[in-house]
């Protein structure tokens, strides 16, 4: 009995042992993700982090290697509030830890100053969402967008409202972040280029909740459109009151209202909304039917947004580098990055530009009908 004792005991060390070698021999693989947890923006923050999740849970259940060797894929999600000061704090952190890539910023507010600091340290950024063409413009190598940026839903939504909807007088607000500023930009030239009169061009913050003083002087310019330049934080509440002073112009704006939760803080008067965002609708994808489904059952329906996409593919062609490369190091893996050919969920041949932009980006138009987005068009970027 107790020679039996002691084999068992035996067995067992050996075992813990043995998973003891095979743990130290795993190379742990660290994903920074940088979004908005908390305030506002939380919802759109959470959906992008549930969309890198399930990149390092195929990850993990396809035993993904590097250089031959297994690896546990992790992810060390932080938040930066939505908030440029906070987002600086943020990616130093995540350089200070050491990650081996990062899926973000969400806002260009964010991204813009971020940028540097991952540059400075030579850690490749993808971010699946912030639009501002500025970003790419200053040049930095480990900058990337899986996104159409604002040149292109801007000048998408003008022309929308010109050839299509016939409009004639607009009226344009942006909540003065580098994102909603610069949107509200390219959709402003395009309207004076395209024969469209600028009606009134207002400007508010991406904290305001009243908007009555300048919807009045809007108001008594009679716009048929309203174009705005921020997030949806801003627009459901600025929507509700057009609706509460009268005013029957359509609102128009870029990715950051094409969110579900839209509907929600718009209410009734969300209906006739017009949004653009990069890429197609998921329907429409190859692979967008299946990896919707995967994302409900993981998560559930109602906790998609919008960007989660995007930041499982970003999180995918990170990995797929680094599997290229042979090696997590980032000043060996960032030059296979340019030229992945990842086949992907949002697009079947992922390439970048010399400036980091999407080689080949898409953007939807889609209308709030009944308080749910619905796609109008598909459009090559040209």
Known sequence: ???????????????????????????????GVAV???????????????????????????????????????????????????????????????????????TSGCTFPAARIYSQAGIPQITPSSTSPKIAEQGYKTFFRLIANDNALGAGLAEYAHNTLKVQRVA?????????????????????????????????????????????????????????????????????QMRQIGMTARLMGGDGICAPIMAKLAGDAVNGTICAQGGAPLSELPKGKEWKARYDAEFGAAAFQLYSPNAYDAAMVLAHAMMKAGSSNPKVYLKDIRHIDYDGVTDSDIQFTATGELADPSITLSEFKHGAKTPLAVEQVK
């Open 1 to 31: 009995m107790r020679a039996f004792v002691s084999f068992s005991v035996l067995s067992a060390a050996l075992f813990a042992a043995l998973g003891a070698v095979a743990h130290a021999a795993e190379q742990r693989v660290v994903i």
């Open 36 to 106: 908005p947890l908390s305030g506002p923006l939380a919802a759109s923050g959470q959906d992008a982090v549930n969309g890198v999740q399930m990149a390092l849970n195929k990850l993990n259940a396809e035993h993904a290697r590097i250089g031959g060797k297994p690896v546990r894929w992790a992810m060390d999600a932080e938040d930066d509030q939505g908030l440029p000061t906070q987002a600086t704090l943020v990616a130093q952190k995540l350089v200070d830890e050491g990650v081996s890539g990062v899926v973000g910023h969400q």
């Open 172 to 240: 344009v607000i942006d909540d003065r972040t580098a994102y909603g500023q610069g949107l509200a930009d390219v959709f402003t030239a395009t309207s004076k280029r395209l024969g469209m009169q600028v009606v009134d061009r207002e400007f508010t913050d991406d904290k305001a909740s009243d908007f009555s003083a300048i919807l009045t002087r809007i108001k008594a310019d009679a716009p048929q459109v309203v174009f705005y330049g921020g997030m949806y934080s801003q627009a459901g509440p600025l929507l509700r």
